[in-house]
């Protein structure tokens, strides 16, 4: 009847109010016990010494006595374990009762975060996300590719085109000396045939010449393709 002239208690409030007087109460039943323990072994040390008297009707009571002294004690080990058993039950409510608020604030949470994050505004972000990508890769290959331009090294250039001079100078001497060598094969040509023969041996010199301007045309190709 207190929270009629005050603020109501909450049921958690009623839960810890509940469990201290449960754990009062144990209390209050160990001390009671000890308290008959005590008695017990009391009542014993008078048995025996009231039979060593030979009393022995006051042995007969203080027996019976005994007898409700330990029922009593157990009476109150059992009383104490049901109490304790509600007070476990207790103990399960208020963390069911934690458990459920911590749910329910991080069901909040997650409503509220739902509610923010909007499916079609994803999707856009990450379809603008993925075109700046690209744009961005395009810009990068073209000034990559402006980079490269501006910071070609002419000295390389410069040289490969002397190493491709200097590989047709020594096939323009390699002809040379083929075609220095082509007369005297005609001049053996025509000692052996006549004087008709000098005809086909020039014939055959500009053959051999043409042979020799198409193997070197096809060096020079050969060179290009490289």
């Known amino acids: 009847m207190s929270w009629l002239f005050g603020r109501k208690k909450t049921p958690q409030e009623m839960l810890r109010q509940n469990q201290r007087a449960l754990n009062k109460a144990m209390r209050d039943l160990d001390r009671e016990r000890q308290q008959m ?10 048995i025996k010494k009231m039979a060593k008297q030979g009393q022995m009707d006051a042995v007969k009571i203080m027996a019976k006595d005994l007898v409700r002294t330990r ?30 608020q911590a749910m329910k604030g991080v069901t909040k949470a997650m409503t509220t975060m739902n509610k923010q994050l909007k499916l079609p505004q994803i999707q856009k972000i990450m379809m603008e996300f993925e075109k700046q990508s690209e744009i961005m ?13 501006a910071m070609g090294d002419e000295d390389d250039e410069e040289e490969s085109e002397a190493i491709v001079s200097q590989v047709l100078d ?33 014939a055959g010199a500009g053959a051999g010449l043409s042979d020799a301007d198409a193997d070197l045309e096809a060096r020079l190709n050969e060179l290009r393709r490289q």
């Open 37 to 46: 323990e005590q008695q017990e072994k009391k009542i014993i040390i008078d």
């Open 137 to 149: 890769d395009m810009k990068e290959e073209m000034m990559n590719d402006a980079i490269d331009d």
């Open 71 to 100: 029922r009593y004690v157990k009476k109150f080990i059992l009383m104490r374990a049901n109490i304790q058993a509600v007070a476990l039950k207790i103990q399960t409510l208020k963390s069911n009762d934690a458990m459920a």
């Open 170 to 202: 020594e096939l323009g001497l390699q002809m040379a000396d083929q075609l220095q060598d082509l007369p005297a094969t005609g001049n053996k040509a025509a000692k052996g045939v006549g004087a008709k023969q000098p005809q086909a041996a020039a």
